[in-house]
């Protein structure tokens, strides 16, 4: 391909906050990635430090099988704190 | 067409996508019953991710939309482009390579939404270049004098606007995303075409003259942008309102939008001080609106099929350019790759 791999991006916006996916671009090695996702992605201060993972070396949950894949915390109530039943005159519980 | 999308494509996007029709009728009445499924999701105004199950008409009509918004931002680049060397100050200067730069930006985070559904970048901007896939008509008028730089901004960058907020919402998780950026950033060009007619206006007669000139020529044309009429005879060319609709594509008609545009700008109009080229506008106390003359749906339809002033130019331009940058994006990947195979020595 002439335009190169296929890179994702992912910019944290500011101290404090995680890194968040915000698009994909197109490079020949990972450093050109690295500084067209400044110039693309933080013209405007949107980010204090970002990443770039080659598309390829992603590994996804496939949406065919979700219902299977997240199946088994489905039937796990106990696990969410309102599950149980206390009297409601006990404090900081 | 900065988020409008009508007119053919003159073949199926890819190979991909000419699946037979018996094929989709099967998985389409599946999907009516289940939960999760597409139709569940745009019933429940959920957003459709990439790789989710979607049909082959929904994947289509996106790319066919997202292709065509991508290629107008970056042809939308050379009209105002064609100012930067003689911005009447470097404060205009520097204003403008800044927006010119952001249509470049919203066309990559546009062709990046695209590419989520399985068409590769390289492919559109063939079809860009070849003339199958189409960009705004907007774009294939000329920009005469430096007023035409803030009427881009302030009509056409407006009614843009107009048309993209309502994507923000759209059912398709990338475009949507995609367009929230887009807006962030569209206010700023709106704004700065605004500033200078305002400039111009309270500048001398000949500044006056230049921005009323402007304003003639590109207040049609902006109305064109939001595309055909939803009803009567010019509404059949193409149009695919309906079916964006249901699919939670599009949220609002053609003629809605335009109506909206049209009641935002003339009030601008009237603080600019300028007229705008249409003796039949004016205010409809019963409907609460603007009523406004006959739009030339010929000049639409003349000016999509090839033969605006600017057609011939916008493309040859944009191959010129493609084919001008080949030799940095070829010494880009040789370095790339010498720059491997000597990690790889060091490695080894």
């Not at chain 2, 010019?234 to 109506?259: C, P, V, Y």
Request: net charge negative; aromatic share 10%; hydrophobic share 40%.
């Amino acid at each position: 391909m002439s335009e190169g791999a296929l890179y994702e991006v992912f910019v944290r916006p500011k101290r404090g906050l995680s890194h968040v996916h915000v698009g994909s671009l197109h490079a020949p090695d990972a450093t050109m990635a690295l500084r067209n996702a400044r110039d693309l992605y933080t013209r405007r201060q949107e980010g204090v430090s970002v990443w770039v993972v080659a598309a390829d070396d992603i590994t996804a949950s496939s949406p065919d099988e979700k219902d299977s894949f997240f199946d088994p915390a489905a039937d796990k109530v106990y696990r969410h704190p309102t599950f149980y039943d206390v009297p409601e005159d006990v404090e900081y519980l | 067409m900065y988020g409008n999308d009508f007119g053919t494509d003159a073949e199926p996007l890819n190979a991909a996508e000419g699946g037979a029709l018996d094929d989709v009728l099967q998985s389409a009445t599946e999907r009516r019953t289940t939960p999760g499924s597409f139709d569940d999701l745009i019933a429940r105004e959920q957003r459709i991710e990439p790789r989710d199950d979607m049909p082959d008409d929904y994947r289509k009509t996106l790319i066919r939309q997202i292709a065509q918004h991508a290629h107008s931002e970056i042809i939308g680049m050379q009209p105002e482009g064609n100012w930067i060397s003689r911005a009447p100050s470097l404060r205009r200067k520097a204003i403008l390579m800044a927006k010119v730069q952001d249509e470049a930006g919203h066309g990559l985070y546009l062709y990046s939404a695209a590419e989520t559904l399985g068409v590769d970048r390289s492919e559109l901007l063939d079809k860009l270049h070849s003339g199958r896939q189409k960009y705004s008509s907007i774009f294939n008028y000329p920009t005469a004098t430096w007023a035409d730089v803030g009427a881009i901004g302030w009509l056409v960058d407006g009614a843009a606007i107009m048309n993209q907020v309502p994507l923000c919402r759209c059912s398709y998780g990338p475009y949507a995303r995609a367009m929230i950026r887009v807006c962030k950033e569209e206010s700023f060009h709106q704004r700065q075409g605004f500033e200078i007619l305002w400039t111009l206006a309270r500048g001398t007669d000949d500044q006056k003259a230049m921005a009323q000139d402007a304003a003639d020529r590109w207040w049609w044309p902006a109305l064109m942008m939001f595309g055909p009429p939803d009803t009567g005879e010019a509404a059949k060319g193409g149009g695919h309102t309906e079916q964006s609709m249901a699919w939670g594509i599009k949220r609002f008609s053609n003629d809605d939008l335009r109506q909206k545009f049209i009641d935002m700008t003339v009030p601008q109009a009237q603080k600019l001080g300028l007229t705008l080229p249409d003796p039949d506008l004016r205010w409809n106390e019963e409907r609460g609106h603007w009523d406004f003359g006959a739009i030339d749906w010929d000049e639409l339809w003349r000016v999509i099929k090839g033969d605006g002033p600017m057609n011939a130019a916008r493309i040859a331009h944009r191959v010129t350019a493609h084919d001008d940058g080949a030799w940095v994006r070829e010494a880009a990947t040789a370095y790339a790759e010498k720059s491997a195979a000597r990690t790889k020595g060091a490695v080894a």
